[in-house]
């Protein structure tokens, strides 16, 4: 307990959470889960959640961390064993999420050098380049390769030298060229549809999937749900104020995740395309804004990939640190070991979800690699993993001990504490079942339902063989 690694300084921590909440979910996922799940309507409830439940879970993960002093397993295991699966369930999301995550951080990867190379000369065929690439084969495993090997460079230097000043340097910019775009959407003809398809809420557009969809969307975007969190709080100084980072943190992610919907969205409809368009969302939209450009056009996008891959990294590292610290404190492997075997598994999840993309490889209920692993994490993973994390803090965990976690032993006012106990003890976990079953009932008209009450089994088995764990 006493040798943890420790956040260089108050500015590191920050930016290495936010860099784990801001990545490929709030810039690529949030405009395109936007999209398919008919905007406005899903912005507001989105937004509700983030707000309720997402501030609340990050400020359980970041005391329940720091309180333990040990990451997501050994949070809950050294509590009381029959809670180990609900730490054991986080690492398992970690190995699903990283089995597509670095997949698409390849995508990013690979459009920092097709850019340059002319990707930009003929912008009608954009969409369809994109297309091409990743139902390829060859192409789009080789950028998964690489972008897993420098996973594997930062996580196998330790915290804070690698994460740390991963996040610091390309955060900023990223900001910066999201705003230029936003500015350069909103200025097209027709751009106006765009915003008032993202923020004027037809509520006639919710069901229970929508509202599923954007409970997984909040906790995925802020890296809730899979012991992320905890992981990364319990390397946290006793010093820092648990709370107002969580809200910086949460703030910072929400705005990234706005900016990049009014960056995709009013250009979007500028340019006649579907807000429904899927995945390929970010990959057309913003070099197609940018080939209007000339050359500043071309410079700004390649630019925009680097920071989308950076800001992918320091997401993906995230995750897989949650599996290499559960492999080394529970596991007692060695850091290189820990990070070597883990992404070794990583990478053939991957290979399947690419190739599930070009139609290849096994297939459930009609769905692919890539799609199951997005719908078991984000739907059904992260939200019971976050579930479960609030009905241990409320009813396991004692409120005096939490409250002085919270407050560092009184030093600090947290004045919302009773609120915030009262959402995680009674509020969060039933709105999150709630939500969960009518999701899933919905999910049967498409299809996804078989895949994510296999989900639930799952996390069913993991709890009864809890103690074997
Ligand atoms: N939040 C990151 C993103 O938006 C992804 C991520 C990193 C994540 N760590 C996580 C998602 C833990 C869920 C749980 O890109």
Redesign the pocket.
């Known amino acids: 307990m006493e040798n943890r690694e420790n956040w260089g300084s108050r500015l590191g921590f920050i930016m290495a959470a936010a860099g784990?909440?801001?990545?490929?979910?709030?810039i690529w996922k949030f405009p395109f889960t936007a999209g398919q799940n008919g905007g406005g309507a899903f912005v507001l409830v989105y937004l509700f959640f983030v707000a309720i439940i997402g501030f609340s879970v990050m400020l359980t993960e970041f005391a329940v961390g720091r309180r333990r002093s040990l990451a997501a397993v050994g949070a809950f295991k050294s509590v009381d064993r029959r809670w180990t699966f609900a730490g054991v369930l986080g690492v398992l999301?970690g190995f699903l999420?990283m089995g597509f995550y670095p997949v698409v951080g390849g995508w990013a990867l690979a459009y920092v050098f097709k850019v340059p190379m002319g990707l930009l000369n003929n912008p009608d065929t954009i969409g369809d380049t994109f297309g091409g690439f990743i139902t390829g084969k060859t192409a789009p495993l080789m950028w998964m390769v690489v972008y897993l090997a420098l996973n594997i460079a930062i996580v196998a230097k330790g915290v804070s030298s690698g994460i740390e000043k991963a996040g610091k340097i390309l955060m900023p910019i990223l900001f910066s060229i999201l705003i230029i775009i936003a500015i350069k959407g909103l200025t097209l003809p027709g751009a106006m549809a765009g915003m008032e398809f993202l923020f004027k809420p037809d509520f006639s557009k919710l069901n229970g999937g929508v509202v599923l969809a954007a409970l997984g969307q909040a906790?995925?975007?802020?890296?809730?749900?899979?012991g992320?969190m905890i992981t990364y709080g319990s390397y946290l100084s006793k010093e820092e104020n648990l709370a107002e980072n969580a809200a910086i943190v949460t703030a910072m992610d929400t705005g990234v995740a706005l900016l990049a919907g009014i960056a995709m969205f009013p250009a979007m409809f500028a340019f006649g395309m579907e807000p429904a368009a899927g995945p390929g969302l970010v990959f057309v939209v913003v070099p197609t804004i940018f080939a209007k450009m000339g050359g500043a056009g071309m410079m700004f996008a390649t630019l925009f990939f680097v920071a989308l891959t950076t800001a992918?990294l320091t997401?993906s590292v995230?995750?897989l640190e949650v599996v290499v610290a559960y492999l080394i404190d529970e596991k007692k492997f060695s850091r290189v070991n820990a990070v070597l075997s883990s992404s070794a598994v990583m990478a053939v999840l991957c290979v399947l979800a690419s190739l599930s993309l070009g139609g290849t490889g096994p297939k459930l209920f009609g769905f692919g690699s890539f799609d199951i692993f997005d719908l078991l994490t984000d739907k059904i993973f992260?939200a019971i993993g976050g579930m479960l994390l609030c009905i241990f803090t409320g009813w396991v965990l004692k409120k005096d001990e939490l409250k002085e976690e919270i407050t560092n032993g009184g030093k600090i006012a947290f004045p919302l504490f009773d609120i915030w106990y009262g959402l995680v003890k009674f509020v969060i976990p039933v709105t999150i079942l709630l939500v969960a079953i009518s999701g899933i009932m919905d999910g049967f008209k498409s299809g996804s339902g078989a895949i994510m009450v296999m989900g639930v089994i799952i996390i069913g088995i993991f709890a009864a063989i809890s103690k074997k764990l």
Do not use: K, P
């Open positions: 784990s909440a801001v990545g490929l979910g709030n999301s999420i906790f995925f975007s802020l890296s809730l749900g899979m992320c992918a997401s995230s995750l992260l």
